[in-house]
């Protein structure tokens, strides 16, 4: 079974239900038709009501038992700006209000306050501006401080298993994270991968060393990360540093890496040091290996909120929305 078409499954058993808020999107509107008639989820389309229906026409489906929410005229918006505003005095009501019925900010709350289980947006709005929403609404994981992302990597051959997934972090968001902010990256990593992958989180702390077999400020920056990770969670299998195949291919791990790891050349969670070094391997890895590669999907959030590319197409949508939902 295709990866994609296993979440979808999984997804069809739970009875879930995800806010889109760009219901404006002829895609989201084709989306939304496919989830709702497939079983996948029950929808719900955000936005003004023209704009919906204009959606609607141009789509050329319609949204017959889809509920259909006006984020302006809702009645739970006092519920939500209350919640919103809870422990905060930087912020006043009416301000809250304004903010609330924006529909990326009323989708927030929406899984905030349990009315929806997830949400996925971005094929019409900037990562940043989704991101910002998230953090002010759903909020981040305990002891996470920095919003990141990921690439689920899914190797048609590799070595002797056949659609073998990785996850790549991060390789969309953080341009030069520091360790701190890497450490983060690390831990929430393993978090998505304990929830998609159906296998124990190895994570791997890549560099252009293994094991001190060079030295730069690079170098110590993943080292000092690894050691905040393994801090804050001492059960976690990671490791580094290593080179990318000392961390995934066991005959070049036992050569090189010379300490016992229960990480090197058998990792499945790859953590790259930087934006740069994360966005060209993913690519790469891509093109050159035929790969799929579904993502960027957000992570760190206290419940699922997913980045969509702006020039997604229906189906890379519902398949966010397959892979989301498998993170609930």
Same mark, same amino acid.
């Given at each position: 079974m295709d990866i994609i078409e296993s979440f979808i499954e999984k997804a069809k058993k739970r009875d879930l239900k995800l806010a889109l808020p760009e219901g404006h999107d002829e895609r989201i509107i084709k989306a939304a038709r496919i989830i709702k008639d497939q079983g996948i989820a029950e929808p719900i389309v955000l936005g003004k009501p023209e704009k919906v229906e204009a959606a609607v026409k141009d789509s050329g489906v319609n949204l017959d038992g889809i509920q259909v929410v006006d984020p302006g005229a809702s009645d739970k918006i006092d519920g939500y700006v209350e919640k919103y505003i809870e422990g905060r005095d930087d912020i006043s009501a009416a301000v809250a209000k304004r903010m609330v019925k924006r529909p990326l900010f009323f989708?927030?709350?929406?899984? =905030? +306050?349990?009315?929806?289980? =997830?949400?996925?947006?971005?094929?019409?709005?900037?990562?940043?501006?989704?991101?910002? $929403?998230g953090v002010l609404t759903i909020g981040l994981s305990a002891g996470i401080e920095t919003p990141s992302s990921y690439f689920?990597? %899914?190797? #048609?051959?590799?070595?002797? &298993?056949?659609?073998?997934?990785?996850?790549? $972090?991060? +390789?969309? %968001?953080?341009?030069? #994270?520091?360790?701190?902010?890497?450490?983060?990256?690390?831990?929430?990593?393993?978090?998505?991968?304990?929830?998609?992958?159906?296998?124990?989180?190895? %994570?791997?702390?890549?560099?252009?060393?293994?094991?001190?077999?060079?030295?730069?400020?690079?170098?110590?920056?993943? /080292?000092?990360?690894?050691?905040? =990770?393994?801090?804050? /969670?001492? /059960?976690? !299998?990671?490791?580094? &540093?290593?080179? $990318?195949?000392?961390?995934?291919? #066991?005959?070049?791990?036992?050569?090189?890496?010379?300490?016992?790891?229960?990480? =090197?050349?058998? !990792? /499945?969670?790859?953590?790259f040091p930087d934006l740069d070094s994360g966005n060209i391997a993913y690519k790469l890895t891509q093109y050159m290996a035929n790969a799929q590669a579904i993502g960027p999907l957000l992570q760190g959030f206290a419940k699922p909120i997913t980045d969509l590319s702006r020039g997604a197409s229906v189906d890379d949508i519902v398949a966010t929305a397959a892979l989301t939902l498998a993170q609930v």
């Amino acid at each position: 079974m295709d990866i994609i078409e296993s979440f979808i499954e999984k997804a069809k058993k739970r009875d879930l239900k995800l806010a889109l808020p760009e219901g404006h999107d002829e895609r989201i509107i084709k989306a939304a038709r496919i989830i709702k008639d497939q079983g996948i989820a029950e929808p719900i389309v955000l936005g003004k009501p023209e704009k919906v229906e204009a959606a609607v026409k141009d789509s050329g489906v319609n949204l017959d038992g889809i509920q259909v929410v006006d984020p302006g005229a809702s009645d739970k918006i006092d519920g939500y700006v209350e919640k919103y505003i809870e422990g905060r005095d930087d912020i006043s009501a009416a301000v809250a209000k304004r903010m609330v019925k924006r529909p990326l900010f009323f989708a927030g709350m929406m899984v =905030a +306050c349990g009315d929806a289980d =997830a949400t996925i947006g971005g094929a019409a709005t900037a990562t940043s501006t989704l991101i910002q $929403a998230g953090v002010l609404t759903i909020g981040l994981s305990a002891g996470i401080e920095t919003p990141s992302s990921y690439f689920l990597m %899914v190797i #048609p051959k590799f070595l002797d &298993e056949v659609d073998k997934p990785f996850i790549y $972090a991060d +390789c969309a %968001v953080n341009i030069d #994270p520091t360790a701190e902010q890497l450490a983060d990256i690390a831990l929430a990593s393993a978090l998505s991968a304990e929830k998609i992958l159906g296998d124990t989180p190895r %994570v791997a702390m890549l560099s252009f060393s293994t094991k001190g077999s060079a030295s730069s400020p690079s170098i110590d920056k993943v /080292n000092e990360a690894l050691a905040i =990770a393994k801090k804050r /969670n001492p /059960n976690l !299998a990671i490791d580094g &540093e290593f080179q $990318a195949d000392s961390a995934i291919i #066991p005959r070049v791990a036992a050569k090189k890496v010379k300490t016992e790891s229960d990480v =090197a050349g058998k !990792a /499945n969670v790859l953590i790259f040091p930087d934006l740069d070094s994360g966005n060209i391997a993913y690519k790469l890895t891509q093109y050159m290996a035929n790969a799929q590669a579904i993502g960027p999907l957000l992570q760190g959030f206290a419940k699922p909120i997913t980045d969509l590319s702006r020039g997604a197409s229906v189906d890379d949508i519902v398949a966010t929305a397959a892979l989301t939902l498998a993170q609930v």
